[in-house]
């Protein structure tokens, strides 16, 4: 089992940047992929980012690709949600999720990752 803990969310003025990480503990000797998602007051949750067990491979939306990157360090067992040019439709409760899995494919449906963590508020308003 992998417990996951995101932190750096907060609020920022539109076209600024944040960075998000998630902490993963428990069993992280396995691989696991790792996905962030978001969700907006009314709205379903989405994928904005996600990326390999060894962080080769990565997906990002095409309507967030280049302004949103994901990384991994499977040393320090943290993920990162880089995030640039943030706009107010970004305000959301972002969450990372994470799955076993060795797949050079990334997991790109909610329902592919077992593991969640409990979401850190990002609000974008001038």
């Not at 994928?47 to 967030?64: E, K, Q, R, S």
């Not at 993920?79 to 990334?106: H, W």
Request: aromatic share 12%; hydrophobic share 35%; charged share 20%.
């Amino acid at each position: 089992q992998v417990h996951l803990v995101e932190s750096g969310g907060g609020l920022v003025q539109p076209g600024d940047s944040l960075k998000l990480s998630c902490a993963a503990s428990g069993r992280t000797s396995s691989t696991y992929a790792m996905g962030w998602f978001r969700q907006a007051p009314g709205k379903g949750r989405e994928l904005v980012a996600a990326i390999t067990g060894n962080g080769l491979f990565t997906y990002i939306p095409d309507t967030l690709k280049g302004r949103f990157d994901i990384s991994k360090d499977n040393a320090k067992n943290l993920g990162y949600l880089q995030m640039n040019d943030l706009k107010p439709e970004d305000t959301a409760v972002y969450f990372c999720a994470a799955a076993y899995s060795s797949s050079r494919i990334t997991l790109r449906n909610s329902e592919e990752y077992y593991y969640w963590g409990q979401g850190t508020q990002v609000t974008v308003s001038s």
